[in-house]
């Protein structure tokens, strides 16, 4: 039969009549950018993750951009990253004129290795940013003890664990900014490109909204050069809706994850959760030998998986002149040789996981 990587159809189908009228009124006001659609976003998902300030954006970039930027980071200045992540993680930083400095992972939980980002501390390192990937918190306590003692600002990147929490508290709200992205396939997704930014700091926050307009106040008097970093009225009436649902969504995606742990038990390097974490599975992510050739069968038999992600940042074409070597990240330079990550999305059925499953274990064996 086959299981698509990822079916966002059969969710549409469930709040069509809902999205459908939402945006004829967005038409119908032919208010398109900003305004009363993304304030009220704004404020529920304020509301939801519990934090002072949400600022809608322009999408998880320029999030991670729109924060920096509010830190002044630019030339000459450090930011650590880990090298196991999305592009744009590295990228924001780059294109300030700052200096990504990578840092290593943990093989188990994916995310930031704080003693490895410790040792990349230098007298240049302003800022940085941990990832929360495929879904559950990183190491905040760690990473945030690392920043106090470095006077560092924290930007967690949490394009991909939007609702996910660490000791009962959400993702993207333990530092000086919280950086989302609602890109159509994120686990909160819009119709589109989106993205936000949270902070407790009144300060900072303000920042961000000054600097996605232009740095623009009042109009056509601009205080500092920013960037075009605004949310649409669409996104945020979509995303609002969505938002509703986001539990329900992140408790199936569970249910998933807990049924191919079943199956896999004792067989396969299942994701483990770490301590504290709740994890929304925004991948269902194993570490498999000879990943390639099993993700070549799967796809003989038209079961979706993806690879997240091929090349380590550090080994990147556009960083060479860094220096970065094979060798300098055996943690990260692994994991992108074993990684596969499986279908999870919301409407999967049983069948489906278990056709998943066969396909894999047969894969492997
Ligand atoms: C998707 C993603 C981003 C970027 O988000 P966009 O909305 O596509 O710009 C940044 N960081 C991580 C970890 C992501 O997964």
Redesign the pocket.
């Known amino acids: 039969m086959g299981v698509p990587f990822l079916d966002l159809k059969a969710q549409f189908a469930t709040i069509k009549d809902e999205v459908l009228s939402a945006v004829g009124r967005v038409f119908d006001d032919q208010a398109f950018v900003l305004g009363k659609y993304v304030e009220d976003f704004e404020k529920d998902a304020a509301a939801y993750l519990g934090v002072k300030h949400a600022v809608g954006v322009s999408?998880?970039?320029?999030a991670?951009l729109l924060s920096l930027m509010a830190a002044d980071i630019g030339p000459g200045d450090e930011v650590i990253v880990p090298s196991f992540?999305?592009f744009?993680?590295a990228g924001a930083v780059a294109r300030l004129g700052a200096t990504p400095v990578f840092c290593d992972v943990e093989e188990d939980s994916f995310n930031i290795d704080v003693a490895s980002a410790k040792s990349k501390v230098t007298d240049k390192t302003k800022a940085i940013i941990p990832?929360d990937?495929y879904g559950q918190c990183a190491d905040m306590e760690g990473v945030m003890n690392l920043a106090r003692e470095h006077d560092l600002v924290v930007v967690e990147?949490t394009?991909?664990a939007f609702g996910a929490t660490r000791n009962g508290k959400q993702a993207g709200t333990f530092s000086h900014f919280g950086t989302y992205?609602?890109?159509p396939t994120?686990n909160l997704g819009g119709a589109g490109?989106g993205?936000m930014v949270v902070s407790n700091d009144d300060a900072l926050a303000d920042k961000i909204r000054l600097l996605r307009v232009h740095g623009e106040r009042p109009r056509y008097h601009n205080k500092v050069v920013g960037i075009c970093g605004r949310l649409d009225s669409l996104q945020a009436v979509v995303l609002q809706i969505k938002l509703k649902k986001l539990d329900e969504w992140n408790k199936h995606r569970a249910e998933i994850a807990e049924q191919y742990n079943a199956r896999f038990e004792g067989k396969l390097k299942t994701p483990p959760v770490s301590a504290g974490n709740s994890h929304i599975y925004h991948q269902y992510t194993l570490r498999v030998e000879n990943r390639d050739a099993v993700a070549t069968q799967l796809a003989e038999k038209a079961i979706g998986c993806g690879v997240y992600y091929p090349v380590p940042l550090h080994l990147q074409e556009c960083f060479a002149s860094q220096g970065g070597k094979k060798g300098d990240l055996p943690v990260s330079e692994k994991l992108c040789e074993t990684a596969l990550s499986l279908p999870v999305f919301d409407q999967m059925t049983d069948a489906q996981v278990n056709e998943v499953a066969d396909a894999l274990l047969k894969a492997v064996a």
């Open positions: 999408n998880g970039s320029d991670l992540t999305f744009a993680t990832v990937l990147d394009a991909q992205s609602f890109y994120k490109d993205g």
